[in-house]
């Protein structure tokens, strides 16, 4: 006869959900990275995926009861194991994120610290996890999940409170700095990005350091909104012109990491009608307002932000290979699935 009460029925169906989403997504987003080339989207297919995993333990806990009526044994601390170890993992995928994107100089440094205390915490957990973690259920096996916090104190807390505080300022705030100074599709991708990170550091805190009850539920359920978030920060964008072109819809890759697939030979003279008309910038997708660049041989139009860039980079028209600067070398852009970062200037006022 099973025991499980309506909340642990509730709790255990959304855990697997999340579980199972969270796989997906990741296999999904890992293979998009393949498809694309896009180094980013295979890391954040990782984490995604990772992520999900801290569910497994409270997964095989519910289906342990279903099938025998009893908890899954966790004397030896096996359910805290499944739940726990993947933590520095997530953290340092994560890190790698947000290094990767904001401040890629020491990106080398930062992740040899982060994977350093990584180790120490898998250390800590492996050899004796009941120091550091705590499992609580119901008196009556069977009738509640397990749930397993950190214990306060502990030197497991401090480096959790250290990977949390690090995050933060690394890659949720240098997320959403980055966001504000860029423009068009790439601030929405970046502030996105930001949010999904935020939201899913809150819900896992209430989670690893408190006992919610009923609440659990929501805040399970709720990593849903993560996941959902993520997705719109990475999909491809579809921009609907004011008025019908003569040939087609322009579609406009507005994923972050998927920007430089509009590259010199890809875009239509349709395309590039619409953006001039439009005074969308050709390279971020964002208004055109001010000082801007046409194109002398084929009318493309760029922000002046976006110009000054490619002038330094490439010295290229994206559309026929043209010169920004014919007193200077051009290297026109031949290879595919290469990232361009495009930096505001300081000289330049908005």
């Known amino acids: 006869m099973l025991l499980l009460s309506t909340e642990g029925w509730f709790e255990g169906i959304f855990t697997v959900g999340i579980l199972i989403v969270g796989l997906f997504s990741g296999l999904f987003f890992i293979y998009k990275s393949r498809k694309t080339k896009a180094k980013l989207l295979l890391f954040m297919g990782f984490l995604i995926f990772t992520a999900s995993l801290t569910y497994l333990g409270v997964s095989l806990d519910f289906f ?14 096996f359910q805290a194991l499944l739940t726990y170890m993947w933590t520095p993992p997530i953290v340092i995928l994560a890190i790698y994120i947000g290094t990767e994107m904001i401040i890629k100089k020491k990106k080398l440094f930062i992740l040899s610290i982060f994977c350093i205390l990584g180790l120490i915490y898998e250390i800590i957990i492996f050899l004796n996890p009941f120091s550091s973690l705590i499992s609580i259920t119901d008196a009556v096996s069977g009738e509640a999940l ?36 860029s423009e ?17 550091q809150i819900i896992t805190s209430f989670d690893a350091f408190s006992y919610p009850g009923v609440f659990l539920i929501i805040i399970r359920g709720s990593i849903f909104v993560c996941f959902l978030i993520w997705y719109l920060a990475l999909k491809e964008e579809l921009i609907i012109p004011k008025k019908k072109l003569p040939k087609k819809e322009v579609k406009v890759e507005g994923s972050l990491f998927l920007l430089s697939e509009i590259k010199p030979g890809e875009i239509t003279e349709d ?35 976006c110009a000054r860039t490619l002038t330094n980079i490439e010295n290229a028209c994206w559309v026929c290979n043209t010169p920004f600067d014919k007193t200077k070398p051009s290297k026109p852009f031949t290879k595919n699935g290469e990232d361009i970062e495009i930096k505001k200037p300081n000289n330049i006022k908005k």
Request: glycine share 10%.
């Open 146 to 181: 397990i749930h397993t916090n950190i214990i306060f104190g502990t030197p497991l807390f401090f480096i959790v409170g250290f990977f949390m505080i690090s995050i933060i300022i690394i890659v949720d705030l240098g997320l959403f700095l980055r966001g504000i100074k």
């Open 271 to 305: 395309e590039v009608t619409f953006f001039r008309e439009q005074k969308i910038c050709l390279v971020c997708k964002g208004e055109v307002k001010g000082f801007n660049y046409i194109c002398s041989k084929c009318d493309a139009l760029y922000c002046e932000n």
């Open 64 to 77: 342990t009861i279903l099938l025998t009526g009893k908890n899954i044994d966790n004397t030896n601390g």
């Open 184 to 200: 068009g599709i790439i601030r929405k991708k970046y502030l996105m990005l930001s949010l999904g990170f935020f939201t899913y």
